[in-house]
């Protein structure tokens, strides 16, 4: 979903515009420093478009050991946002403080809705003009108090949104997107043969500019799924399907529409260069990944064992990867792909919230807290899921984690909150 940011001085009304966007009064917390919250992230609708509001205003000083400066709250939030609302206090008028974000809002390029709270009167909403100083375009004023303008103010929050393609395909996204890959003769077609059983195919030739049908349609375990560009795979110009550059060029296509990718690999031969590369091209992607090994059949009983410890090392870059052995010949196993897929969309879709990835985080930074780098001792400060499909985490801290430390925290996020399937991405900002 698309991330509005909120930032603002402590008591200008942060937490009440909150809870006017949300349309919720549960949250209502007085709006002192110190006061501890333990959500920052709150889904909204409005108009039947969903986004995500992140209060930066509302961060625990306490359970972080962070206690950010008010420009650095602002750069935050301009790194996780789509579009920051900076609140201003009208009673008041421009601080330093508001200053100082103003020029680190007006530095990043993000839009920017400037509201100026508190304007219960008309006195008040004349000298909002005076905000035009901070250069943030014409400041919007609202009453938090008295719900004035705040539909408005959404309004104009919702113009400046960008689609998401989660977003523009969101509940109403229609059948989940499977991208079949796999170098040619692998088996692609015999198993969406399989998978169809031929009589139920739909071809849906909606996004065909050509005669050729382009996605299918097919019911599988009670749900419908769209297999995304399958005209590639259906027709039989083997030579044109191997040649490199395109083949390559149509694994990225299909990758672009899908969700989730199935990359059939054939058992009976070893692991090539080409199979390699399809699954790089997945990983480029962040798409989810089903691994199936196909023509399971062909494999001697007695090499089996020793066929999926070699696997094992090769796909060494991935064992988040799911894996399963069919064959789309016999029809052996193939039932075990549907919910192989699922699994991989649904943590693909995980939302882990604020507050349990910090106290995961704090917990296990104690036990093993990061080397130390020149003589300092890096802290996490705060992390939060700054996305989904694919989930990215952002850890904000004081220094230099090395390397293999993120990638610890990565593979303990992973083992924590469960990712089988989806690739995950760990970054670090670093507030000096
Ligand atoms: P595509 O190019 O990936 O679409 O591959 P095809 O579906 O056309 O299959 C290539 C060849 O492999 C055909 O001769 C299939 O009959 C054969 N094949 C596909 N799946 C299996 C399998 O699971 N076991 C065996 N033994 N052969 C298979």
Do not use: C
């Amino acid at each position: 979903l698309p991330v509005l940011a909120i930032v603002g001085r402590p008591n200008v009304g942060k937490s009440t515009l909150v809870n006017r966007i949300i349309g919720r009064r549960e949250a209502v917390v007085e709006d002192v420093p110190g006061v501890t919250r333990d959500r920052v992230t709150y889904d909204a609708n409005w108009r039947g478009r969903r986004f995500t509001v992140v209060d930066t205003g509302g961060w625990d000083p306490e359970a972080t050991g962070m206690n950010l400066r008010i420009a650095e709250q602002a750069q935050v939030a301009v790194e996780l946002a789509d579009v920051i609302l900076f609140v201003v206090d009208a009673t008041v008028g421009i601080t330093d403080a508001d200053q100082e974000v103003g020029n680190v809002l007006r530095q990043s390029g993000k839009p920017v809705i400037l509201a100026a709270n508190k304007v219960d009167n008309q006195q008040l909403e004349l000298e909002t003009h005076a905000m035009w100083s901070l250069g943030l375009g014409e400041p919007f004023p609202v009453s938090a108090l008295h719900g004035r303008s705040s539909g408005d103010l959404l309004d104009e929050v919702l113009d400046k949104l960008p689609e998401t393609p989660a977003e523009t395909f969101g509940a109403e996204r229609g059948p989940h997107r499977v991208a079949l890959l796999g170098k040619p003769n692998v088996g692609k077609s015999s198993l969406l043969n399989k998978l169809a059983g031929e009589e139920r195919v739909l071809v849906d030739p909606m996004a065909g500019t050509t005669r050729d049908p382009v996605d299918e349609l097919i019911e599988l375990g009670g749900k419908t799924w769209r297999f995304v560009d399958t005209a590639g795979i259906r027709r039989r110009d083997r030579e044109l399907q191997g040649a490199d550059f395109y083949a390559a060029m149509r694994t990225r296509a299909a990758l672009e529409k899908a969700e989730v990718a199935i990359v059939l690999i054939d058992a009976s031969e070893p692991l090539t260069e080409q199979d390699l590369r399809i699954i790089g091209l997945v990983i480029e992607s962040g798409r989810a990944m089903v691994v199936a090994f196909n023509k399971w059949d062909l494999v001697d009983e007695d090499r089996r064992y020793y066929l999926e410890k070699e696997i094992d090392r090769q796909l060494v870059r991935t064992p988040w990867a799911l894996r399963v052995n069919i064959s789309a010949l016999t029809g052996r196993h193939v039932d075990r792909l549907v919910p192989a897929i699922e699994t991989a969309l649904d943590s693909w879709a995980t939302r882990v919230p604020t507050s349990r990835l910090n106290a995961f985080l704090t917990e296990l930074v104690q036990q093993t807290p990061p080397p130390v780098r020149s003589g300092k001792q890096p802290k996490i400060l705060f992390a939060t899921q700054a996305s989904t499909e694919p989930p990215k985490f952002v850890l904000f801290t004081s220094g230099w984690l090395e390397e293999t430390y993120r990638r610890f925290i990565e593979r303990r996020i992973r083992e924590e909150f469960g990712f089988a399937g989806s690739p995950i991405e760990v970054t670090m900002k670093i507030r000096e």
